[in-house]
Each structure stands twice: as C-alpha cells, then as structure tokens.
C-alpha cells in the first residue's frame, strides 16, 4: 500500500535509478529520504502507530490507511473532515487535573500537544486514539497544517474508565458515591464563593429502611435502594448531582438555588414521592424519608460547614418525626450544643448524685384510690436547674449512659416500695437499650433480691419500640421477667408501631394508652374517644388493665370512666412529687386522690412572644411579635405608627420580611407581608430569601456564613434622621 510518505517522494524527488539498489547493510542516514520514507511506510503498515496530517484550514489530509480499515471508510469519504470533527477530546471533568488546555484552544493557537486522549468516531466506528501532533510552518512562517501520530488506546482507555466510574460512583445504584460527592461540593463550593452564587445542600435519611431491610432480607433492602434511587432521579432530572453517601443516606448538590420556598417545595416532593409504596420481588414496602438543607453561602462557606449544618438539618428533621423537610438555622446548632452540654454532664449526674426519683399516682378509676406509683426521674443539673427527661433520656440512650441510670432506677424503685403501704405498687420506665442488653434480666433480678421487695410490686413499663428489635429474644425476656414475678406494662400505647399482634403474643398486664389519645378525647365526634374505647374493650377482651395517662380535667375524666379505662393518671389527680412528700402521705394514711382541676379542655392559643427588630428609615426598632402568620404579623411596643407605612420586619437569622402596616392601634399594629412566609418543614415559618452574606461582603466584612446578627452587619445605622416612632416598654 503506498502511503503518504511514499507519495511525497514520488511528487518530490527526482526519479531513482531502479537499477541502483543500495547496499542492504549501509546506515540510513538523515538526508537518505528514500529509506526513512520506507521505514515510516513499514511501520504505518504494523499499526503500532499511525500518522496524519491536515491542512492551513484544519481539514485532515492524510489518515494512515490502516487506521481507517476497522471504520470501514474509505480515504476519499474520510478526506475534508476538519481535525476536531475526526478527534473528539474527551470531556474532561472540572476540576479533573489532567491540566493543560482543551485541544480546541491548542489547534487555535498552532501549538504542539502531545499525547492526548480522543474518541474517533468514523462510520458505524467508535474508538478511542491517543493522537500528538505538530504545526508545520513555511519558510516566511506561514502555516501549514499539522503533522502528526496516533495509537489505538480502545481497550486500555475503556479499562480505565470503567475503573474510574467505579471509584467514583455507587455500583448498587449508579449514584455518585460519597467520594465523588466530597469532591464535587467542594469544587463547586470554591467556584461558587467566588462567582458570588448559592449552592444548596440536601441530606435525605429514609424512615424505616432498616426494618425492610430486616423483614425482607438484603436483597430486598438493595433492590428498594435501587428504586428509591430511580424515584429520587426522576425528581431532580440530570442538572443535579445526586449521590448514595452509603447505607441508606443519600445526598443533593443543588447549584443556584437559595429560595427556601422552592427548596421546601422540591423537598415536600421528594417525600411525597418516597413515600409512595414499592413493589419489590412481589412484596409491597413502605418507607418515608427525612430532609436536612443548609444553604450555602448562608449556612456555610466551607464544605464541611455546610455538611454540618446539612446534617444538623436532617437530624431536626428525623427527630421532627420523620417523613419531614428542615432547614439549617442558628438554633438548630445551639439545640445541639446543648445537647452536648447534656451529653458532658450526664456522667457527673450519675456520680454527683444529681438525679432523683419523682413519684405520680395512678389511681383506681372507680374510687380514685392510688394502686400504683409510676417513677419519673428528675435531674437536678447545678447550674441549669431541673432538666426534663425527655431532653436527657435520649442521649443517655445514645451515649450508652442509659443501662447504668436504669440500674440505678430500679434499684432505688425497689427500695422505695418497701417503705409504701402494700397495696401500692410502683412502676419504672424501662428504655428499649436497657431491655436489649444481655444481663437486663439479672439487673431485674438484683434490684428485687437486694431490697427484697414482692416482686409482684414492680411494674416494668415498656414502649412498643422493643418489637422493633429481636422477636424471639424479646419474647424471651418477657417469659424470664414473669418467671421472676414482675408486672408489665406496654407504655405509651399507640405512638408507635403499634400492632395488635403484640399484645395478643406478649404477657402484659397492663396498657397504658397515651396522653395524646385523652387529650380532649371529650369533644363532640372525637376520634380519640373511639380509639380510647377500642382499646378498652380490647384490653378487657385480654383480661388486661388500661391505664388512660395525662387526665387534666374533669371532662376527660369522666370520658375516660365511662370507656372502661380502669385505672387513671394525671396532673389531675397529681404531678409527679419527690419520694418524700410521697412518703408522708402515705404516712398520713391518705390514698385517696380528689380530682382537681379545670372543667375543661381549652386548646392552648400559641401566642408567639418574641423579639425582634423592625426596620424604618435609619432606624431599628426593638419590638416584641404577637402572632405571626404567612401573610403577616401583630406586633407590639411603638408608638405613632401610621397605617400604610412600609416597614421591614427583622425576624432574626437576615430574615428580612417588606411589610405595610395595615392596622395600627396605640402601641400595636397589624402587617402584612410582601412576599408571604414559608413553611419552615416544622410547625414555624421562614422568609424565602435571608440577607446574602455575598452583600456583607460587599459592605466590607470577610466572607462568611450568616452570624448572630446579620442585619447588624450589614449596615452601619448612622441615625440621619430622628426617630419616626416612639418605643414603649411592655410590662
Ligand atoms: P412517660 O413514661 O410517658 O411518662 C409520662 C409523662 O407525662 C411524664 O413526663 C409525666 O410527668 C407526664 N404527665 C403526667 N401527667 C400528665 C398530665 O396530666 N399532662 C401532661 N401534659 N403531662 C403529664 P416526664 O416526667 O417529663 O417524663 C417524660 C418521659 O421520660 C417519660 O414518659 C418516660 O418515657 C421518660 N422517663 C422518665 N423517667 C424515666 C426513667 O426513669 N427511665 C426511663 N427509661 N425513661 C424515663
Ligand atoms: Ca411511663
Ligand atoms: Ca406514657
């Protein structure tokens, strides 16, 4: 076949005599252009590498023939494509440092480039070359085209990439991985702080996976991931990057995209569509999913910081009650270093004697009798004074200071009982980590023998979360903890997941139906009455008591009573009071407990009483907000406010809501919004917008995310004017 390099000598040179053959052993030597001619002749034939060439204008006039054969082109349909239309360059990611310039810009500015990475596409071909090549320039430097090799890198190439994809992406879903997720925030993120655009972060957490994934086996688990994955995809379309951080968690980069109200929207979709029942190997799954979102540059400037806040968002969200959006604000942070205070002191709380044993009756519903003493324990904090067990017994579970409380619980239980009159029994919350621990029973065991106390008296109360763990383990348990002769009592009954398979298979003697159900269980056509009475009858039905918790008044009292419920609790009857004044009434021989109380149930009218800064000319204003709703706001302390005055609410955190006043009423007035407030994922609301720490920027402070007081920082109030209202102090 005669190549390119053939035909330049015969265009070129002059004529060889045929006769003359050179001796075969004489070196080639640079100016033998017959023989070099020859060499690269040969070896564009082995196809270990290939030559081309193009013209002034960028169109190929030579491709090595051997290269074309596997696109079954021939020269003449090949010839006239321009360089860039034969070599595709690979795109290259942002940020990927194979460094350098695009090829494109190489070929514009005629310089060298060496060996580059294209994809061939000719014909019905597809290939992957590795290309180099060279501007030739004439005598009085005008250009001549390029000059150039190329190689067949297909198989390597092909290798590589998939080896790359698998580094960066989830194999089980096809998602980025949290590798790549890591990389790509923190490109954008550094990108973004500079063009002065937002970036927002959404952290997903699904609700219950793990139990689907325990029913129905891994496989099941995998195949629900998939389809989750698929659902989340559909939503968000290609422009944004979605990853699978691992486990059942996945994660959103969302660029442009600070409008909270969108945000929530695309958030409320997410769950709406998640929570949709799946179909997987012909069992059907429901799951939910919780949302965390932080803003960037608002909520953070460093990847990690706005991770955090992310974070921080999404475990409001799961602990909101799951199936939620939320968004990251100043008091979620604050929340959680309290948390961590908690989290510091509790061991001193154990060791300094800091926690205590309250005592609230439960009284027999026909003679109002106290039967049982359930146990509420209280933490006397030195400089935060009393700190509820609904904020401290969570984290002792999650620190694994729970078992070592619940020892203490029991034992000091055990011990008050025996100085009660016998009638009285007393009840000890059990937390489902306590009852999932191995010697659980044998601490049971211990707290009865060491106080000697009937163990009929003792009554363990147990929330439905303990069917979540091992079935037969727990069943198990019970059959140990009646062995020893204690009572039990399934707590909170109907907050959880309740089944009524669980009382049927477990021995309790005893359902205490939550405070939620009684709570105004006496309104006409309430559902919580048919509920209260479903469970009576059921509990009857198996021979077990019912506690109703949280009786307040009496009309709830006399509701319950007429149910059947056969034993009460309530603040009216009693708070929880320390062991001692316990004590003395029993002492006193007094059992009985008189219902005190309201007649009735008023739904508490939530008025908000906070403060914040209203904005007006050069001035700002403390002011204390009544009611807040979508559309506007009462708010209180000026006066001489005029209606029809613009105003700007400063609800904290650069929320910054336009306002008019539309009412206004000696020292209070009524707004309305320009724009409406937004649902902030929780039972509050939020400003769209907040005021970009782009603009504190601007005003000469350094980047960072929102502070304290952002409004503060960004302006100077130099008081220009006087002060158009007058603030007045509220008693
Ligand atoms: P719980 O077991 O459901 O306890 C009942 C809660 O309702 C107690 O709150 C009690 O003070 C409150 N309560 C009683 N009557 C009324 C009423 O009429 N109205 C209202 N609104 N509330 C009423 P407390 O003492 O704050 O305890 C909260 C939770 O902390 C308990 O809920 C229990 O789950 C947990 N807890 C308390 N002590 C212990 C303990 O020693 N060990 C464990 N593991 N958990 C405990
Ligand atoms: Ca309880
Ligand atoms: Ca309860």
């Known amino acids: 076949m005669a190549g390119l390099f053939t035909r330049i000598r015969k265009q070129g040179d002059p004529p060889e005599n045929g006769e003359a053959t050179p001796p075969p052993v004489a070196p080639i030597a640079a100016s033998d252009l017959a023989r070099r001619v020859e060499l690269l002749d040969s070896l564009e034939e082995t196809g270990v590498g290939w030559f081309w060439a193009s013209d002034a204008e960028g169109r190929m006039i030579y491709l090595s023939p051997a290269a074309l054969e596997p696109f079954a082109m021939r020269s003449d349909e090949f010839a006239g494509r321009t360089i860039t239309q034969v070599f595709e360059e690979e795109r290259r990611e942002e940020g990927t440092s194979q460094g350098g310039r695009p090829l494109k810009f190489l070929l514009a500015a005629r310089n060298s480039f060496g060996a580059t990475p294209v994809r061939v596409k000719l014909g019905r071909g597809d290939a992957w070359w590795e290309i180099a090549g060279k501007p030739r320039f004439g005598k009085d430097g005008s250009f001549h085209g390029y000059r150039g090799t190329a190689r067949d890198i297909t198989g390597t190439h092909e290798e590589r990439r998939k080896q790359e994809r698998a580094s960066q992406y989830d194999s089980l879903t096809g998602l980025a991985n949290r590798y790549r997720m890591s990389r790509q925030l923190e490109q954008m993120l550094k990108a973004f702080a500079h063009a002065k655009r937002s970036c927002a972060l959404m952290m997903l957490d699904l609700d219950r996976f793990k139990q689907v994934n325990d029913t129905l086996g891994h496989p099941a688990g995998d195949e629900l991931l998939k389809q989750v994955a698929a659902r989340i995809r559909g939503v968000f379309g290609d422009r944004v990057e979605i990853g699978r951080l691992g486990g059942d968690e996945f994660q959103a980069i969302l660029p442009d995209l600070d409008d909270r109200g969108q945000l929530g929207d695309i958030a409320q979709e997410l769950i709406q569509m998640a929570s949709q029942p799946y179909s997987i190997n012909g069992s059907r ?46 008091e979620l942070r604050d929340q959680a270093s309290f948390r961590h205070q908690i989290e510091q002191d509790l061991r001193d709380a154990l060791h300094g004697e800091q926690l205590r044993m309250h005592y609230q009756p439960i009284v027999d519903a026909g003679t109002h009798e106290v039967a049982c003493m359930e146990a509420l324990m209280r933490w006397e904090h030195p400089d935060r004074g009393m700190i509820s067990p609904a904020d401290f017994i969570p984290v002792a579970e999650e620190v694994g200071l729970i078992r070592q409380m619940g020892t203490w619980a029991l034992n000091e239980v055990c011990r008050a009982v025996t100085t009660w009159p016998g009638t009285v029994k007393a009840a000890v919350n059990v937390s489902a980590v306590q009852f999932a621990a191995d010697d659980f029973v044998d601490v049971v065991r211990g707290a009865l023998k060491r106080s000697g106390v009937d163990p009929a008296r003792i009554e363990l109360e147990i929330t439905e979360s303990v069917f979540m763990g091992d079935v037969e383990r727990s069943a198990r348990v019970f059959a140990a903890l009646k062995k020893l002769g204690v009572r039990l009592s399934l707590d909170d009954f109907g907050t959880g997941y309740s089944s009524l398979s669980y009382l049927r298979d477990a021995p309790f003697d005893k359902i205490k139906i939550d405070q939620s159900f009684v709570r105004g269980c006496a309104g006409k056509d309430s559902n919580n009455l048919a509920i209260v009475a479903a469970v009576v009858s059921l509990a009857g039905a198996l021979r077990m008591e019912t506690v109703a918790e949280g009786v307040e008044t009496k009309d709830e009292l006399e509701a319950v009573t007429k149910q059947g419920a056969t034993h009460l609790q309530g603040i009216l009857f009693s708070r929880a009071v320390p062991s001692e004044e316990a004590l003395r009434r029993f002492e006193a021989g007094e059992l009985h407990y008189a219902p005190r109380g309201p007649e009735k149930y008023r739904a508490e009218r939530r008025t908000e009483f906070r403060r914040i800064g209203l904005i007006h000319g050069d001035h700002r204003y403390n002011v204390f907000l009544r009611n807040l709703s979508k559309t506007g706001a009462k708010i209180e302390g000026l006066l001489g406010v005029e209606v029809g005055t613009e105003v700007v609410l400063d609800l904290g955190g650069g929320q910054l809501a336009v306002a008019v006043v539309r009412r206004s009423e000696g020292s209070s007035q009524g707004v309305e919004f320009e724009t409406p407030l937004i649902s902030d994922g929780a039972e509050g609301l939020c400003t769209r917008h907040r005021v970009s720490p782009y603009q504190i920027e601007l005003a000469g402070k350094p980047l960072q995310a929102l502070g304290d007081d952002p409004y503060a920082a960004l302006m100077s109030m130099q008081n220009r004017t006087p002060k158009a209202f007058m603030e007045v102090q509220l008693g």
């Open 285 to 330: 799954a429901v799951i939910g999913v919780s949302i965390g979102i932080a803003v960037a540059p608002y909520d953070g400037i460093a990847p990690e910081e706005l991770t955090k806040a992310a974070d921080l968002a999404l475990y409001a969200a799961k602990g909101g009650g799951r199936g939620q959006h939320r968004f990251y604000s100043r």
